[in-house]
C-alpha cells in the first residue's frame, strides 16, 4: 500500500471530499487518473493541468524528491507518506528541565535502534542535526505543538521533512488524551521501572541527576525516553493503517 500514490489533495482546489468523488469515479490512483479521458467533475482544461503536476510527482516520488511533498501536502495529511517512508523514520520525543526551560534529552529511534542526546554530554547542535539529516520523517506525539517547536528555538534551526504527529492522527480515531493513557489502551506496556513514570516524574529524575550525580537517576530517565520513542513506532503502526482504512472507506475499489 501506497497512500501517497492514491492521494490528490496536493492538487490545486481538490479537497477532501473532492478526492473522495474522484475515488468514487473508479480513480484509485495517479496512474487511473492520468489513462482517464475524462473525470466526473473536472473539466478538460483543469484535468490537462492536474496531469502535468500529477506526472511532477510521480518523477519527484521515483527521484526520492521527499521535499517535494512536504511543501505541498498539509501537515494534517503528510501521515500519508508513511508507508513510502517507514524504512527511513525517525520516532522522536524529547524531555525538557522545569518550567520547559532547557531540552534535557532528545531520544531518537529509527525501528530497530535508539540514540539518546543527553544535555551536557552529546547534545549539541551538530550533533542532532547530522542525526536528523539522515531521515526522511519524523514521528512524534504531540510535536507540533512542543517538540518540533521547542527543537527550532533551541538549536535555533529549522525541520523540513515531512512528520506525522500521532496525537492528531490517534485523535481522528477517537483516541483522546495523553501518550500514555493512549498505550494503556491499545494495551502497550512499558518497561516496569518506568511503567508508571510521568513527564513531573522526568523533570524530577533530572534534577536530581543534576544535583546528586548519581547515574541511576539518568539512566532511568533515558529508558523513560525510550519507551517514548519505541512505543511511537507500534502507535504508528496502529494508526496509520486504520485512519487510511477510515479515510477511503466506500470510495475506492480496491484498496
Not at 547530522?130 to 533551541?154: C, H, L, Q, R
Not at 511503567?195 to 533530572?206: K, P, Q, T, V, Y
Request: proline share 2%.
Amino acid at each position: 500500500m501506497k497512500m501517497i500514490k492514491n492521494t490528490f489533495l496536493f492538487l490545486p482546489g481538490i479537497s477532501e471530499l473532492k478526492e473522495k468523488n474522484i475515488w468514487k469515479n473508479g480513480i484509485n490512483n495517479w496512474n487511473d487518473f492520468l489513462s482517464a479521458n475524462k473525470i466526473k467533475g473536472i473539466s478538460t482544461p483543469k484535468k490537462e493541468g492536474y496531469n502535468y503536476l500529477i506526472k511532477e510527482a510521480k518523477e519527484n516520488l521515483f527521484a526520492d524528491n521527499i521535499n517535494y511533498f512536504y511543501t505541498l501536502l498539509s501537515l494534517k495529511h503528510q501521515w500519508r507518506l508513511y508507508d513510502e517512508l517507514k524504512e527511513n523514520i525517525c520516532f522522536l520525543d524529547i524531555e525538557t528541565s522545569d518550567n520547559n526551560r532547557d531540552i534535557t534529552i532528545i531520544g531518537l529511534f529509527d525501528g530497530v535502534e535508539t540514540k539518546m542526546l543527553v544535555n551536557g554530554i552529546n547534545l549539541y547542535r551538530e550533533n542532532f542535526i547530522n542525526a536528523i539529516n539522515n531521515f526522511s520523517m519524523i514521528v512524534t506525539f504531540n510535536g507540533t505543538s512542543f517538540d518540533i517547536p521547542k527543537i527550532e528555538k533551541y538549536f535555533s534551526t529549522k525541520i523540513n521533512i515531512p512528520h506525522i504527529d500521532l496525537r492528531h492522527v490517534l485523535s481522528k480515531l477517537g483516541h483522546k488524551g495523553g501518550l500514555k493513557a493512549i498505550e494503556k489502551d491499545l494495551g502497550i506496556k512499558r518497561r516496569k521501572e518506568v511503567s508508571l513514570f510521568n513527564g513531573h516524574n522526568a523533570i524530577d529524575a533530572w534534577k536530581m541527576w543534576k544535583s546528586t550525580g548519581d547515574r541511576s537517576y539518568l539512566e532511568l530517565l533515558i529508558m523513560y525516553n525510550e519507551e517514548d520513542v519505541i512505543n511511537l513506532k507500534q502507535l504508528a503502526e496502529y494508526a496509520v493503517p486504520k485512519l487510511w482504512e477510515k479515510t477511503s472507506k466506500n470510495t475506492m475499489r480496491t484498496i
